[in-house]
């Protein structure tokens, strides 16, 4: 993909946990993050959905935990078709580069089947994408939604958690870092915000339908993939 090359995916940033069951997980997920991956599966349920992970670089090199701290939607249709893949990387790494604290840091995908148990799987064009991103920021990660864990989990604040799968690399390897419900391989920043937020924005107000990706940018360029409105009624609860 010869939009790698202008990519920025430098090393990357801390994160301030509030609230996690496993305070020994070297990644943390915001609030932001995980309502906006939840959103773009929830708007195109019967899809497949992926987009990129932004994260905050660290500030200093002693600095243990990651963050994400937010996620572009990319696509629920043009899954795996390159040029189309390559023209939103490229917009996704100008608009990052803008604002010098941010890097992408891994890759999101929702499959578009129910029943992945024990587990979601990757496919190849989500491993080959991680891959590309992994090249360059060698802390990346890989996140997968699942969908069946969504639908029973949603509604326990103490188990969001659950629809997320973390991958990461071993020697050079994606390998599934969530081994069981207790080792997720992440923490999320609060619980009991996150879920408030989810009751609130998504089961009461249905804002997932007003998600923008990059799909819908490209057929109708007034709608904004970065969806800022959105972003800032979701901030209100990470205030």
């Not at 801390?14 to 990644?27: A, E, Y």
Request: with cysteine; net charge negative; hydrophobic share 35%.
């Amino acid at each position: 993909m010869s939009s790698d090359e202008q990519l920025d995916l430098s090393p990357t940033s801390p994160g301030t946990s509030l609230s996690s069951n496993n305070s020994n997980d070297d990644l943390v997920i915001s609030i932001k993050c995980y309502i906006k991956v939840l959103m773009h599966a929830l708007r195109y349920p019967h899809a497949i959905v992926n987009g990129v992970l932004v994260m905050e670089k660290k500030k200093k090199s002693a600095d243990k935990s990651n963050r994400l701290v937010d996620c572009i939607p990319l696509f629920h249709s043009g899954h795996g078709l390159t040029p189309m893949l390559e023209v939103a990387l490229n917009q996704v790494s100008n608009y990052l580069q803008n604002n010098t604290n941010y890097t992408i840091g891994g890759y999101y995908q929702a499959n578009d089947y129910f029943h992945e148990i024990p587990h979601p799987i990757p496919t190849v064009f989500a491993e080959r994408i991680s891959d590309k991103i992994n090249e360059i920021n060698p802390e990346s990660v890989m996140i997968m939604l699942n969908d069946y864990n969504l639908a029973t989990f949603i509604d326990h604040a103490e188990k969001l958690n659950q629809p997320l799968f973390m991958y990461n690399y071993v020697d050079g390897k994606l390998k599934l870092k969530s081994i069981n419900n207790n080792v997720r391989g992440f923490q999320l920043e609060n619980f009991q915000t996150l879920y408030q937020a989810i009751q609130e924005l998504i089961v009461r107000k249905q804002y997932h339908l007003n998600i923008v990706d990059f799909d819908s940018h490209l057929e109708n360029v007034k709608h904004d993939w970065r969806n800022t409105k959105l972003d800032e009624m979701i901030e209100n609860f990470e205030i």
